[in-house]
């Protein structure tokens, strides 16, 4: 008798993390026989072209899991494994996941993992759990009109932020100081009203990490923040430079905010902050997904161990690592802007590897004048512009980078943050002199601008 092909149920994925599908997809068939299916609303051609099969339904709509369940029939006696990979989908998703009795974890308890009021206001409900274990619970409100965001900057004349209740690309962030226009900046954020914006009280930590992980496997990722109005991520570090007490006062937040969204056996990526004296920290924000700006990708080559295929053996059942092996080298994912405010065309498929290796490293080299060939290695380069667009010089949000790429090195007495910045440095000036230079005009089209 011939057994039944398995599935594995892919629910969503976030915008650039096609190649992440692709391979969970291909280790799938592999390792387990299993085709794979993938549940996204208006699939395109690389859609199709990445799953064996697709169904068009949006994990936004209020029906999508009894529209969900219905389309799934002809494959429900075959679905082996389920993933939720993009924060639309990480409440519906997991919902639809247990009414087909996959394992996942809870649905219920997810919405504080897709809406940051909704997840404050669990932080604020457990505050007397949270104050003596050194996580800070910041205030937090709804804003729908200006009388709303007056009065929190009333509350908070030392400034807070105002964001997104549920955006997870780091877009729609602003930081506001006593004396800013809260007309204009209402304005600015308007386009998220729909959906919900959010006022928090301003977490007065400098330093950011993140806390990531699969099931009961973790580890902490430092981030590089832009200062100032538009706090932007501009990169991600591996491991992070810290020091044990601070380590642990990292896991005792991540492992709250896990606990609050319902994580146990998925992936996981929380943003916190941490005081100077490494003692106190603050949840920026929960993620029940893997970590985007390629911090899985750099953490393979950080730790030797892939954490897509370790997600998918975790659905289909399998026990995975509790504990990463000793890292072996550094590594950062790098976001790589402009020099001067670019309008730029579609980038997708173009070649950098002459600006990269004939132009970036070698500036590189002469600020560090003691790298050898091999110590330093640049992967995974990738344009960032999906559609044509303007890209600001000091960026507002993570749409304002045209590239990004990993870095590596195995000296150890050499500080990767140092790397990463330089490497920002010698991009804009090589893009602007080498590549702008070689095109007609003042649109950009990178895809035709190899170096």
């Not at 832009?226 to 601070?246: F, M, S």
Request: with cysteine; glycine share 8%.
């Amino acid at each position: 008798m011939i057994r039944a092909q398995p599935i594995l149920l892919v629910v969503d994925y976030n915008l650039s993390r096609v190649a992440d599908v692709r391979q969970m997809a291909c280790y799938a068939k592999t390792r387990y026989g299993a085709q794979s299916l993938l549940i996204r609303p208006a699939p395109t051609d690389v859609d199709r072209a990445i799953c064996d099969d697709v169904i068009d339904l949006n994990p936004r709509d209020d029906d999508f899991v009894e529209k969900a369940f219905v389309a799934l029939a002809p494959y429900r006696s075959r679905l082996a494994a389920g993933l939720v990979f993009s924060d639309n989908a990480v409440q519906s998703g997991a919902l639809l996941l247990e009414a087909l009795g996959l394992a996942v974890d809870s649905g219920t308890l997810a919405e504080g993992a897709f809406s940051k009021h909704a997840y404050r206001s669990l932080e604020q409900r457990h505050r007397d759990i949270f104050g003596p274990q050194g996580i800070m619970v910041p205030d937090c409100a709804p804003i729908r009109h200006l009388a709303d965001l007056r009065e929190f900057a009333v509350r908070h004349p030392g400034g807070f932020v105002i964001k997104p209740s549920c955006e997870g690309n780091n877009r729609g962030v602003v930081t506001m100081r006593q004396g800013d226009d809260l007309a204009a900046v209402l304005k600015e954020v308007s386009t998220y009203l729909p959906d919900g914006v959010i006022c928090e009280e301003f977490i007065p930590y400098r330093r950011e990490f993140s806390f990531d992980g699969i099931g009961s496997l973790s580890f902490i990722t430092e981030k590089i923040s832009a200062t100032g109005r538009y706090p932007v991520e501009l990169g991600q570090v591996l491991p992070a430079r810290i020091t044990l007490h601070e380590r642990n006062t990292i896991t005792v937040a991540g492992r709250m905010a896990n606990l609050l969204v319902g994580q146990r056996n998925g992936p996981f990526h929380n943003e916190i902050k941490l005081s100077d004296d490494g003692h106190r920290a603050a949840v920026v924000e929960p993620n029940r997904r893997p970590a985007g700006m390629k911090i899985w990708t750099i953490a393979s080559l950080v730790y030797r161990i892939n954490l897509y295929h370790l997600w998918v053996d975790q659905a289909f059942g399998g026990e995975i690592p509790r504990e990463l092996p000793q890292a072996s080298r550094q590594a950062a994912t790098v976001m790589l802007g402009v020099a001067e405010d670019t309008d730029v065309l579609p980038a997708m498929g173009a070649d950098a590897s002459v600006l990269l290796d004939h132009v970036v490293l070698p500036s590189l080299q002469g600020r560090f004048p003691s790298l050898r060939n091999g110590d330093l290695e640049l992967h995974e380069f990738g344009w960032l512009p999906a559609q044509a667009r303007r890209i600001h010089a000091v960026p507002r949000d993570n749409a304002d980078f045209i590239a990004q790429v990993c870095l590596t090195t195995t000296r150890e007495d050499i500080d990767i943050r140092d790397l990463a910045a330089d490497l920002q440095t010698a991009w804009k000036a090589s893009f602007h002199r080498y590549v702008r230079r070689s095109c007609i005009g003042q649109v950009v089209d990178v895809a035709q601008c190899n170096g």
